[in-house]
């Protein structure tokens, strides 16, 4: 049987066939709007006006809507991703900050500044499910790889926060460094890392014993940590130093600072397993680098005021 050459050229296209590469989303928090990313390009492509003072950011699993946290005007914001349309407005509480995603994506978790409260959202239809009572100023979040746990940092507290998610009960709180900001957890479930603003440091916590294993030093107001797997390290950003610090997880030491632009805030890990994507919010860019060499491979202008708190970057 003779195969058509244009078959042939299909087969070997498969993969590529209806892939692109992910879209970055920077809120940026002055000029009220978000940066839609090209990242094979690293260019803008889009711009969505968005609220007042857009801050938070969370992306679907399935790459169908965009959620963005406005502290000031008090709201969440839905963005449907194929049409880049805002298509919804949440009025949630007093002040909506950190937002972060259910794995599966049926419902998302936001943490209100002022009430000190985390509520958990039902994604399609928007309705308030549970409200948990956490410590003063909740201001990151994070959700275990297997969905079972919420991770709170709690930053007039000095605590971080662990709620069940199968009890719906906050199941355990814990000592950290001193105003914790951003939460992130270990790919593989294993730790949670808290940038303490502060002390200028970052707690390492072992997830299933729920102890504070290490503390490591870094730059000065850490902000939100990555783990990038591949290479055994932690990455964190440092506001007032304009630097990425850079943890060896193996030996928790600090080896490195990468000099980025202003007063760098927000940072995610691109789907490549490579390249962090850092929002500087005193030079409106967003900065690239390697997290092999450590080296800046990129600049990207994007709005006025770009925090990008959160995971911005879609999934493949």
């Known amino acids: 049987m003779r195969i058509s050459p244009v078959l042939v050229f299909i087969l070997l296209c498969w993969p590529s066939i209806g892939q692109s590469a992910p879209f970055a989303y920077i809120t940026n928090q002055i000029g009220g709007s978000v940066s839609v990313i090209d990242t094979e390009t690293g260019q803008v492509t889009d711009t969505i006006e968005v609220g007042s003072k857009p801050a938070g950011v969370a992306v679907t699993p399935d790459n169908r809507r965009l959620f963005v946290t406005d502290p000031e005007a008090r709201s969440v914001f839905v963005?449907?991703?194929e049409n880049l349309e805002l298509i919804d407005t949440l009025q949630l509480g007093e002040g909506p900050l950190a937002i972060a995603m259910q794995p599966d994506g049926s419902r998302f978790y936001v943490a209100d500044w002022y009430e000190d409260v985390v509520r958990m959202i039902d994604s399609e239809t928007l309705t308030t499910l549970k409200t948990f009572s956490v410590g003063a100023s909740p201001?990151?979040?994070a959700v275990h790889p297997d969905g079972?746990?919420?991770y709170v940092s709690n930053r007039d507290d000095n605590t971080l926060s662990l709620i069940d998610?199968?009890?719906d009960q906050v199941e355990a709180t814990i000592e950290v460094g001193t105003a914790p900001f951003g939460v992130s957890m270990a790919v593989d479930g294993s730790q949670i890392y808290v940038a303490n603003v502060q002390t200028s440091d970052v707690s390492i916590v072992d997830s299933r014993e729920f102890e504070l294993t290490a503390t490591v030093t870094v730059g000065l107001f850490p902000y939100v940590t990555q783990q990038v797997p591949g290479v055994?390290?932690?990455?964190?950003?440092n506001q007032r130093d304009g630097t990425v610090a850079v943890i060896d997880?193996?030996?928790?030491d600090k080896i490195a600072d990468i000099e980025v632009g202003s007063y760098p805030e927000g940072m995610?890990?691109?789907p490549d397993g490579k390249t962090l994507y850092v929002s500087n919010w005193g030079d409106?860019?967003?900065s690239l680098i390697d997290s092999e060499t450590l080296e800046v491979t990129g600049t990207i202008n994007v709005g006025d005021g770009p925090r990008a708190y959160g995971p911005f970057i879609a999934p493949r």
């Open 139 to 141: 201001s990151g979040l």
């Open 165 to 167: 998610l199968e009890t």
């Open 284 to 286: 409106n860019s967003v």
């Open 148 to 150: 079972g746990s919420l």
């Open 79 to 81: 963005i449907d991703i």
């Open 249 to 252: 997880l193996e030996s928790q």
């Open 268 to 270: 995610n890990l691109h």
């Open 232 to 237: 055994n390290r932690l990455f964190v950003t």
